[in-house]
């Protein structure tokens, strides 16, 4: 069998070859024939093909002399002199020599069709079983060294609604396994929360600290965030971020150093734009600043160094910044490549990442996500946190109302922050809002007061971006929430740039808010007198929606 090129039931395989050969005798005195491309007898006799029919036997007893249209004459079987026989006559012994021939050429045309349909079948039937077998290896590569007990601390989810996923960067790699300088004991030295909304292709990574103070569930004492993967694996660090955060995991990805390389290099490179010039031998060396596309050794660069800004601040919320930076580059360049590019990548991570999620959950998601662009659709940002020493040790403490503030909106669909931040000294990237920077408009950064609000108000839906189904589609994920949609329709015109939810009275501001948020990404406006509508609340569909 040919090499498999690509998984779901794709493969290349060499064309079977369903050709009928005769055998053939060799005689003494025998000539070549080019023609025939082997050795014939000469004269050469006409054997009988895989289809001919069988000689027929002649029959001894003595024929009626009996004259019909179908027949010859007594006269005319035993006088063929006296009248010759016509050339072209329906029931000449030519025609019925050419008619017999266009028989056997017609029956081996239908046995050829038939031998070729049923190899094709054969073809599909051998290829399906390796590409299923093939598949089920790479589904064995991915969730190899998992725990036993990690579906007790994963909850369900349908991949359509939004769901998290914890995504932790290992320090494991070959060289550490070779030489068992770590003694097989590893530690998550990134950890990032990500909320997937593939409604919305929205993607929102939130880093959380590796040096965050935490406490074990069957471990006294207080502890780095980043030693749960080593005490009690992949179901410890879950269940220990699920209650950092407040929310419940339905995946988790782990990712060695060696898997970041592969990934990177298997792409054939990422896109970047390095804040600064990096010296740090202890993250493998130099790497310029600007736009450039690295490789996988350098990519590993950037997502390893925090020394090379020692001199600017911290390094650790740097870092993340940074390994924020190459998961969005290479999640960018993946769901731009071609199919087959997809999937060698997915079978080259196999080897260095271990996730509960098969291949048709990624390959379901690579579709979902098909042509994102993380300049519009991720949202990023870092745990609020501030040092403190205990015990003489240092960690990163939790800030915990702004970290409630953030995760509230990340539970919404909004951007962890309200803005996006840019460190003025590095211009290292700290936080990203998308495209959805403003949609926010409540006061004081609170955006927990929309959930409190009232949902008494009639809601118009108006489609302005001419999608078909899009009206109702909101309509029903609005009363769905518990608000009251009295009319859908279509707006003046389909030229809405931006989701809108226009409210009417100044008290009616919180209860607007709530109804963006519902929406996911929508802007809210108070009514200057340019629109009209017979609700309370008017929600305009803008092209943004759904992107």
């Given at each position: 069998?040919?090499?498999?090129?690509?998984?779901?039931?794709?493969?290349?395989?060499?064309?079977?070859?369903?050709?009928?050969?005769?055998?053939?005798?060799?005689?003494?005195?025998?000539?070549?024939?080019?023609?025939?491309?082997?050795?014939?007898?000469?004269?050469r006799r006409e054997q009988a093909g895989a289809y001919e029919r069988p000689p027929r036997a002649r029959s001894k007893a003595p024929q009626a002399d009996t004259t019909s249209a179908y027949s010859r004459s007594t006269r005319e079987r035993h006088s063929s002199a006296d009248a010759p026989e016509q050339?072209?006559?329906?029931?000449?012994?030519?025609?019925?020599?050419?008619?017999?021939?266009?028989?056997?050429?017609?029956?081996?045309?239908?046995?050829?069709?038939?031998?070729?349909?049923?190899?094709?079948?054969?073809?599909?039937?051998?290829?399906?079983?390796?590409?299923?077998?093939?598949?089920?290896?790479?589904?064995?590569?991915?969730?190899?060294?998992?725990?036993?007990?990690?579906?007790?601390?994963?909850?369900?989810?349908?991949?359509?609604?939004?769901?998290?996923?914890?995504?932790?960067?290992?320090?494991?790699?070959?060289?550490?396994?070779?030489?068992?300088?770590?003694?097989?004991?590893?530690?998550?030295?990134?950890?990032?929360?990500?909320?997937?909304?593939?409604?919305?292709?929205?993607?929102?990574?939130?880093?959380?600290?590796?040096?965050?103070?935490?406490?074990?569930?069957?471990?006294?004492?207080?502890?780095?965030?980043?030693?749960?993967?080593?005490?009690?694996?992949?179901?410890?660090?879950?269940?220990?971020?699920?209650?950092?955060?407040?929310?419940?995991?339905?995946?988790?990805?782990?990712?060695?150093?060696?898997?970041?390389?592969?990934?990177?290099?298997?792409?054939?490179?990422?896109?970047?734009?390095?804040?600064?010039?990096?010296?740090?031998?202890?993250?493998?060396?130099?790497?310029?600043?600007?736009?450039?596309?690295?490789?996988?050794?350098?990519?590993?660069?950037?997502?390893?160094?925090?020394?090379?800004?020692?001199?600017?601040?911290?390094?650790?919320?740097?870092?993340?910044?940074?390994?924020?930076?190459?998961?969005?580059?290479?999640?960018?360049?993946?769901?731009?490549?071609?199919?087959?590019?997809?999937?060698?990548?997915?079978?080259?991570?196999?080897?260095?990442?271990?996730?509960?999620?098969?291949?048709?959950?990624?390959?379901?998601?690579?579709?979902?996500?098909?042509?994102?662009?993380?300049?519009?659709?991720?949202?990023?940002?870092?745990?609020?946190?501030?040092?403190?020493?205990?015990?003489?040790?240092?960690?990163?403490?939790?800030?915990?109302?702004?970290?409630?503030?953030?995760?509230?909106?990340?539970?919404?669909?909004?951007?962890?922050?309200?803005?996006?931040?840019?460190?003025?000294?590095?211009?290292?990237?700290?936080?990203?809002?998308?495209?959805?920077?403003?949609?926010?408009?409540?006061?004081?950064?609170?955006?927990?007061?929309?959930?409190?609000?009232?949902?008494?108000?009639?809601?118009?839906?108006?489609?302005?971006?001419?999608?078909?189904?899009?009206?109702?589609?909101?309509?029903?994920?609005?009363?769905?929430?518990?608000?009251?949609?009295?009319?859908?329709?279509?707006?003046?015109?389909?030229?809405?740039?931006?989701?809108?939810?226009?409210?009417?009275?100044?008290?009616?501001?919180?209860?607007?808010?709530?109804?963006?948020?519902?929406?996911?990404?929508?802007?809210?406006?108070?009514?200057?007198?340019?629109?009209?509508?017979?609700?309370?609340?008017?929600?305009?569909?803008?092209?943004?929606?759904?992107?």
């Amino acid at each position: 069998m040919g090499r498999l090129k690509a998984f779901g039931g794709l493969a290349t395989i060499p064309p079977m070859n369903f050709k009928r050969t005769t055998p053939t005798t060799r005689t003494s005195g025998s000539s070549s024939d080019p023609s025939l491309g082997r050795h014939s007898s000469a004269p050469r006799r006409e054997q009988a093909g895989a289809y001919e029919r069988p000689p027929r036997a002649r029959s001894k007893a003595p024929q009626a002399d009996t004259t019909s249209a179908y027949s010859r004459s007594t006269r005319e079987r035993h006088s063929s002199a006296d009248a010759p026989e016509q050339a072209g006559s329906a029931y000449s012994r030519r025609s019925e020599r050419s008619q017999y021939a266009a028989e056997r050429k017609r029956r081996k045309r239908h046995h050829l069709v038939r031998n070729i349909f049923v190899g094709i079948l054969i073809a599909l039937a051998v290829g399906a079983g390796a590409a299923f077998a093939y598949i089920n290896v790479i589904n064995g590569n991915l969730a190899r060294g998992l725990g036993s007990g990690l579906g007790n601390v994963l909850v369900k989810s349908n991949n359509s609604e939004p769901f998290y996923v914890l995504l932790c960067g290992t320090d494991q790699s070959i060289e550490r396994d070779t030489t068992d300088s770590t003694d097989g004991t590893y530690r998550t030295d990134t950890m990032m929360l990500c909320r997937i909304d593939p409604q919305n292709k929205k993607v929102t990574l939130v880093s959380i600290p590796r040096d965050t103070k935490v406490t074990f569930d069957g471990y006294s004492g207080e502890h780095k965030i980043n030693a749960a993967y080593a005490y009690g694996g992949s179901e410890l660090a879950v269940k220990t971020v699920s209650q950092l955060a407040g929310v419940d995991i339905a995946h988790v990805a782990l990712v060695d150093m060696d898997g970041m390389k592969a990934a990177v290099d298997a792409l054939g490179g990422i896109d970047v734009d390095v804040p600064i010039e990096i010296n740090d031998e202890m993250a493998g060396g130099h790497l310029d600043a600007g736009e450039q596309t690295l490789n996988g050794d350098q990519a590993l660069i950037l997502a390893r160094s925090r020394h090379s800004y020692d001199k600017y601040g911290d390094g650790d919320a740097y870092r993340a910044a940074n390994q924020r930076l190459v998961v969005s580059a290479i999640a960018k360049k993946l769901l731009q490549s071609d199919p087959v590019t997809i999937a060698n990548t997915i079978q080259t991570l196999s080897q260095y990442v271990q996730t509960d999620m098969t291949v048709g959950d990624i390959v379901s998601l690579g579709q979902t996500f098909q042509g994102f662009d993380p300049s519009t659709s991720l949202y990023s940002a870092t745990m609020p946190n501030e040092p403190v020493k205990s015990g003489g040790v240092w960690y990163t403490e939790v800030v915990q109302d702004a970290w409630k503030e953030m995760m509230d909106r990340v539970n919404k669909g909004l951007p962890p922050t309200e803005e996006a931040e840019v460190d003025s000294t590095t211009g290292t990237v700290l936080s990203t809002t998308g495209d959805a920077a403003g949609s926010s408009d409540s006061s004081n950064g609170d955006t927990s007061s929309g959930a409190s609000s009232s949902k008494d108000g009639k809601v118009v839906v108006r489609n302005g971006n001419g999608k078909s189904g899009v009206g109702d589609k909101v309509a029903s994920k609005l009363t769905d929430a518990g608000y009251k949609v009295t009319d859908t329709g279509n707006a003046e015109s389909f030229n809405y740039k931006t989701t809108l939810v226009v409210y009417m009275s100044s008290g009616d501001k919180d209860e607007a808010q709530a109804i963006a948020d519902t929406i996911g990404g929508a802007q809210i406006k108070q009514n200057d007198g340019s629109y009209s509508t017979k609700g309370d609340f008017l929600v305009i569909i803008g092209s943004d929606y759904g992107k």
